[in-house]
């Protein structure tokens, strides 16, 4: 709430009503006005934009037959290839998972998933160190996996 207003004298009433008031601009002056309003609408911006980011934790399903897990984004730490034909495994946080999907579209559904390699899709987000000479990226759970030679210049950048 932004109070605009010429009765300075009634500030008070903000209190006695609770009222939790942004600001209090008085119109004598025009030109203050205007930059404070604008200032207000900008940080009120600012303070939506953080708490719809907070919010949101983005999560994908992974089908396995007829059951759905549902994964947070950063929780998955890559995905391989499995011997099975059709079937990826996710490397999560804490655990395996195997499930029905591709690489390709992985690495479609956000920015911070990278096809590194023909059997690998990582997480950017969950990278703590890039071995370029062996062609390896390490991740927060101690977890491994390899890349291909055209991709490391990528990763490391």
């Known amino acids: ?19 939790a008031a942004m600001d209090f601009i008085f119109k004598d002056d025009v030109d203050e006005l205007r930059t404070r309003v604008i200032d207000c609408l900008e940080t009120a911006l600012k303070r939506l934009d953080l708490l719809t980011k907070d919010n949101t934790v983005e999560t994908m399903e992974l089908k396995q037959g007829s059951n759905s897990v549902y994964v947070n984004y950063d929780d998955v730490m890559f995905f391989e290839s499995s011997p099975k034909s059709h079937r990826l495994i996710a490397h999560l946080d804490n655990r395996q998972i195997e499930f029905y999907g591709n690489l390709r579209e992985l690495a479609q559904i956000d920015d911070r998933f990278f096809r590194c390699h023909n059997s690998f899709v990582l997480n950017r987000h969950n990278i ?8 390896i990226v390490y991740f927060k759970n101690d977890e491994f996996c390899y890349v291909s030679v055209r991709n490391i210049k990528k990763i490391k950048n």
């Not at 109070?3 to 004298?9: C, G």
């Not at 703590?128 to 000479?133: P, Y």
């Open 1 to 19: 709430i932004i109070f605009v207003t010429s009765h300075s004298e009634l500030t008070y009433l903000t209190f006695v009503y609770k009222l």
């Open 128 to 135: 703590t160190h890039v071995d370029a000479k062996d062609r």
